[in-house]
């Protein structure tokens, strides 16, 4: 905006909408700062800023010399931000980085967001829990505004999340690795979960060894109703696609020398990958009974719907109990994993205590080492 021409006056009606459908929070991406306190010391302020997309003026950021005037003080025109990215979006220098699609977009995500969390009813309210730890030694991360945008229509029940991070463990040490998580991981649950509990609905983002994630799942359970999420490669986001195409697609169930009277159990999950009868035989008796769940290509892309994951879970469930009604309670089953994270956790929390089988799982070190073993769901 020029500095000689006066800034528009924006009506109360104006002014007073922009900060409803924004929830009073900087509606830059990512940002969501309240806007009517300061974050440091508390104290009650209005911190807002008025923005407009294309200026008030024809030689501001995004000027125009039709529309610059016309649309000075309409409310479509105007996003409601922080101090701070103010001065960013309003920096002549950052114009072209800070183009009209772009805030324009930004204005729209955030309005929707809060206008959908706004409309829900109490029940639709979810906790969200963040689980991560180190695979192999990669460093993982899952930012809490990729939950919040993959939860829709549900929203938070808290402004935080119950973040269970493990990444500070190391992982030079495999056996005392496992057992030192395997504690950790149930101490942590039961303070979370701690009776009386009030958590009504969890929203489960996982990234970890799959073992770990397993052995979570195990320790939630399944009396809590929860939705689980994947990350997606192609996306980059944790955001569930449309169930276009899911209804030819079909889990395979395949099973080799199924002799009842045995007790020790072979289970194979081909999912994100293909698992070789070779890398088994290192392991398990030659002619022990062999069950295996896989799809026509496994791949890491394959999880793309919520769809697939619950086709997964009933698969899963029957198979359980078609091993121990045949095999005996009393059998056990090796479990020998290619799957990706919400499957993992899935794995976990469809076990039925005190009744299934005890599960033992072997986790791939790499393709010289092959599998080795992990740890004990129950």
């Known amino acids: 905006m020029s500095k000689k021409q006066k800034r528009p006056s924006i009506s109360k009606e104006t002014i007073l909408k922009l900060w409803a459908l924004a929830a009073g929070r900087c509606e830059f991406l990512g940002c969501n700062k309240p806007l009517w306190r300061d974050g440091l010391t508390w104290q009650e302020a209005n911190l807002a800023h008025i923005a407009h997309i294309i200026a008030a003026s024809p030689d501001g950021p995004r000027g125009n010399k039709e529309l610059s005037k016309k649309l000075a003080k309409?409310?479509?025109?105007?996003?409601?931000?922080?101090?701070?990215?103010?001065?960013?979006?309003?920096?002549?220098?950052?114009?072209?980085?800070?183009?009209v699609d772009l805030l324009r977009g930004y204005k729209e995500t955030h309005e929707r967001r809060v206008h959908i969390q706004t409309s829900t009813k109490e029940e639709m309210k979810t906790t969200i829990l963040i689980f991560k730890a180190k695979i192999g030694d990669r460093m993982v991360d899952i930012p809490y505004v990729h939950t919040v945008e993959a939860i829709a229509p549900r929203f938070p029940a808290n402004e935080k999340a119950i973040t269970l991070d493990y990444t500070n463990f190391d992982t030079?040490?495999?056996?005392?690795?496992?057992?030192?998580?395997?504690?950790?991981?149930?101490?942590?649950?039961?303070?979370?979960?701690?009776?009386?509990?009030?958590?009504?609905?969890?929203?489960?983002?996982?990234?970890?060894?799959?073992?770990?994630?397993?052995?979570?799942?195990?320790?939630?359970?399944?009396?809590?109703?929860?939705?689980?999420?994947?990350?997606h490669r192609d996306t980059q986001n944790w955001t569930w696609k449309a169930d276009k195409g899911n209804r030819q697609f079909r889990y395979i169930i395949k099973s080799h020398s199924t002799n009842c009277r045995s007790k020790k159990i072979t289970l194979v999950l081909s999912l994100s990958g293909k698992i070789h009868p070779q890398e088994i035989e290192k392991i398990v008796s030659h002619g022990t009974p062999y069950y295996e769940v896989t799809i026509k290509n496994p791949s890491p892309l394959f999880l793309n719907s919520r769809d697939k994951l619950v086709q997964f879970q009933r698969v899963y469930r029957g198979l359980i109990t078609k091993i121990r009604q045949r095999h005996g309670a009393e059998c056990q089953i090796n479990l020998f994993p290619a799957v990706p994270a919400p499957i993992a956790v899935s794995c976990g929390k469809e076990l039925l205590p005190k009744v299934d089988p005890v599960i033992s799982v072997y986790d791939r070190v790499d393709d010289k080492q092959g599998f080795k073993y992990a740890l004990k769901l129950n």
């Open 74 to 99: 309409d409310f479509s025109n105007l996003i409601l931000v922080c101090l701070e990215h103010h001065k960013l979006i309003d920096t002549k220098k950052y114009e072209k980085k800070y183009t």
């Open 172 to 231: 030079s040490t495999k056996k005392e690795y496992w057992q030192q998580l395997n504690s950790q991981i149930k101490r942590d649950i039961e303070l979370h979960f701690k009776k009386p509990c009030s958590i009504t609905h969890l929203s489960i983002f996982a990234i970890g060894p799959i073992p770990l994630l397993m052995y979570l799942g195990k320790c939630i359970g399944n009396i809590i109703p929860a939705d689980l999420y994947q990350r």
